[in-house]
């Protein structure tokens, strides 16, 4: 199935490293206009550098204000992939307020924020339009010292369900990837000790951690017109993970 975004206008968040990056690149490869958000400049100007077709906006999303001034200054978005993400390692024990506001403002609250104001302008343009929400394999499975981060990613999925549920009408889809460990410069600070991966990959049928194309590969799939009547699900891409 070929795919061709020529002509389409796309949002990244968090495009400056991992994912985020990989998927800007991929799309623009495809033909899409790609406006790449990140909190790191520099970030953004080597990606740039490395497609100077991609435009650039540096802006940290847990700015509420700040994130709605600079998206909503963005025209024209068909696509959205909300990709933003961080997390802090503790015990639920031992977490500190000061980490569960971050990790909620950017893995939760931006991704409510970031989407609320590109649907509106979709609504408004009645245009249509796809939104990919990049949760994780972590809002289905607990994971030990990411009590955070997994109420996060299950907050995304819900926010994903609704957002289909009441935008469909306007011809808004709207989906969740959620990966399992990939490894990026995220995965491997949570995952790089064997004592804590090799029961992770014990549990994963295919037997390995994800390539970051991997997930790349599904986000594109949910916002291409092979998926026109794919709404409101959230795709594990989890090697197997959700039926171990």
Known sequence: MEINFKGKNAVVTGAGKGIGRDVAKRLAALGAHVVAISRTQADLDSLKTEVPSIETVAVDLADWAAARTA???????DMLVNNAGTNRLDKF????????????D??????????????????DRKSGGA???????ASYRGLLDHAVYCASKAAVD????????ELGQYKIRVNSV????ALTELGKIAWSDPVKADPMLARIPMGRFLEVSDIVDAIVYLLGDGASMVTGINL???GGLATS
């Open 236 to 238: 594990p891409v989890d």
């Open 178 to 181: 959620n990966p399992t460990v």
């Open 131 to 137: 939104i990919v929400n990049v949760s994780s394999a």
């Open 158 to 165: 819900k926010l994903t369900n609704v957002m289909a549920l």
């Open 93 to 104: 024990l031992d977490v500190k307020e000061e980490d569960l506001d971050l990790v909620m």
């Open 71 to 77: 998206v909503a200054a963005i025209p024209n978005v």
């Open 106 to 123: 950017i893995n939760f609250k931006a991704v409510f924020n970031v989407a609320q104001v590109v649907s509106r302008q979709m609504v």
